[in-house]
C-alpha cells in the first residue's frame, strides 16, 4: 500500500431527497481526487433515487399474512421484504431473503430507521448502477462502493458490507503469489469492497452523525474484477438450509 492511508468524512450532507444529485452534492464537499475509494451509505442512495415507500400502501398477500403471523411483525412489511426477493432463505423467527439483486440479508434491507415514521426504505433497485452513475458523476477516476449496515451468520455484531461498487474490482486474486516462506499460495481470493466498507461504515456511524459518505485515499486497488454475491449452484450453506 502507499503511505499515508487516510479517511476522510464528508461533513455537511443535508437531509437526502429524492432527486437530489449526489455526486454534486458530495463534490461541492470534498474535491474527489483520482484512485479515491468514495464510500456511500445505501441508505442516501435509496433516498436520492426514490426508494422511500409507505407502509399503508402494501397490500399483504397470503404467504406475508402467514409469515407475518409466524414471527409477529406487521404484514405489510413482510410483504414489502417478499416484493424485494427473489428467494425466502429463513421465514423463521426472522426472515433472511435474497433480494432481486442477489444479496442475502434479513429483510431485504429495509430500514426502518432514518426515514420517518410510517415510512420504509428499500435497498436501491440496483445498487452496481447506482456506484456507476454517481462513479460518473463524480467525473474522475474514483471507485464507488454503496454499504449497507448488515448482520453476520455465525457471528455477532453487524458490519458494513458492499451492496454494490464501481471502477473497483470486488477480489484481490492472491493466487500465484508468495507467502513469506516462499510457497505460492492457492486460494486466496480477497474481498476487498468488503473490508473497505466495514471501515467507512464504521466511520458513518448507524444513529444521527448525518455522515453517509466516507472517502478513502491512498489505496492500491484492482480497477476490475471479481463477484461478491456466491452462485447459487456453488452456495452449499443454503443448499443444506433448504434440505430442512
Ligand atoms: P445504512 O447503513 O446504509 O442503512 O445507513 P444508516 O441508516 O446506518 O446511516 C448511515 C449514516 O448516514 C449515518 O451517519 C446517518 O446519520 C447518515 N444518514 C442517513 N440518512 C441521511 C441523510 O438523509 N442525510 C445525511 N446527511 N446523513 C444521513
Ligand atoms: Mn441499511
Ligand atoms: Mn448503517
Known sequence: MRDPVSFHLVRGLPSIREGDDLASMIRERLPIRDGDVVCIASTVLSKAEGRSRILEDYAPSAMAASIAEGIGKDPRFVEAVLEESREVLIDSPFLLVATNFGHVGVNAGIDRSNVGEGKILLLPEDPMASADRIRTGLDRDAAVIVTDTCGRAFRCGVTGVAIGWSGIGALRDWRGERDLEGRVLEITLEAIVDEIAGMANFLMGEGGDGTPVVVVRGLEYP???????????????RDRLQEE
Open 223 to 237: 480497477r476490475s474484477g471479481g463477484r461478491i454475491f456466491r452462485p447459487r449452484e456453488l452456495d452449499v450453506i
